[in-house]
């Protein structure tokens, strides 16, 4: 009997030290959940887009809707499609009012839409959700100008500011265009087709320049025209003026030569083709340069090109020879079709 008890106590102890060693290596090598679900932890911005026309403007623009796109995710920066969370948009700083409705994203991915009030450069926005680490993006919303054109009906827009460093935008519009016709105007942002070195400001004309029948409303003898304004800090004066004696043409040469104009025309889907230098509409020999049309000889066929006969300085006094040539500085480009445009 005592023997069996002996045998029976050891069989219990080795049950005993057999279940702590299986305790032990749970505690060290827990068994990995099945079906474990990773967990939202933060926020990334995908796009920052204008929604107001199709294709989109460059830039955002003041009182136009635009889109902040984003994802959901998790510590590693994978998308978590579950559960879905509200997301607000909120500005850090600028000078004007930031109306976005929050979104609740679907399958880990989401959009604000929102509207700025103002022009502003280097505008801060939040994008957080209640738990979330939070995420930033700086983007520019560009002054506009818009209307909705009638075939044969002159338009005036306007974009920007003489006094900002990106400058005024003017487009003149003298026959018109078909619905809706935009003015924009930034500071130049880099892409596949410009790398924007050098360049102050990025304004975009668009529109459809053509009738109910398809005609162009433009030509080489009737061109659309977009100028572009920038004060003397921005552009300042030639350095060879000598007042009484260089001529206006002279000057007027010196600026085109000085300050080039690249224009992107847009393709029929949408698309734009690369920046190319706007040359010279008439050329640059002969006083007075001739104004108001598009020589394709001397733009080499390009329907795009800088009115250099009628570059100008808002103080200006020029007869023949100039006694003053000071003030904002004004380069008229002339087109065809709808174009963008980068002045440096």
């Known amino acids: 009997m005592a023997e069996n008890r002996e045998r029976n106590r050891g069989r219990l102890a080795a049950v005993a030290a057999a279940a702590m060693c299986m305790l032990v290596s749970l505690l060290w090598n827990p068994p990995a959940a099945a ?186 003898a009737v061109p659309a025209s977009v100028s572009w304004t920038c004060n003397e800090q921005v552009c300042p004066r030639p350095a060879g003026f000598v007042p009484g004696l260089t001529t206006a043409t002279q000057l007027q040469v010196q600026e085109f030569l000085a300050h080039t104009m690249y224009v992107s025309l847009r393709n029929p889907n949408g698309t734009y083709q690369p920046f190319a230098p706007a040359p010279a509409c008439n050329g640059v020999t002969g006083a007075p340069l001739p104004t108001g049309t598009i020589n394709p000889q001397a733009t080499g066929g390009r329907e795009f090109c800088v009115d250099v006969g009628a570059i100008s300085r808002a103080n200006e006094q020029c007869q023949t020879t100039c006694s003053s040539w000071s003030g904002p500085l004004t380069l008229p480009v002339l087109f065809v079709e709808d174009p963008r445009f980068v002045g440096t």
């Open 35 to 220: 079906g474990s679900t990773p967990q939202p932890v933060g926020l990334r911005i995908t796009s920052v887009t204008d929604t107001s026309h199709q294709p989109a403007l460059p830039l955002p623009v003041a009182h136009q809707p635009f889109g902040v796109s984003f994802d959901v995710v998790d510590s590693g920066g994978t998308i978590v499609r579950a559960p879905n969370v509200t997301v607000v948009l909120s500005p850090l700083n600028g000078s004007g009012l930031l109306t976005a409705s929050p979104a609740v994203s679907n399958n880990g991915h989401g959009v604000i839409h929102a509207v700025y009030s103002v022009a502003f450069h280097g505008l801060r926005l939040k994008l957080s959700s209640p738990g979330l680490l939070s995420v930033t993006v700086t983007l520019n919303i560009s002054a506009g100008g818009s209307a909705t054109g009638f075939a044969g009906v002159p338009i005036t827009l306007t974009a920007g500011d003489i006094s900002q460093p990106t400058g005024l935008a003017v487009a003149n519009l003298s026959n018109g265009a078909t619905g809706p016709v935009t003015l924009t105007i930034g500071p130049c942002v880099p892409d596949a087709t410009m790398s924007c070195v050098g360049a102050r400001t990025e304004f975009s004309l668009t529109g459809n320049f053509k009738d109910g029948s398809g005609a162009p409303l433009y030509s080489n």
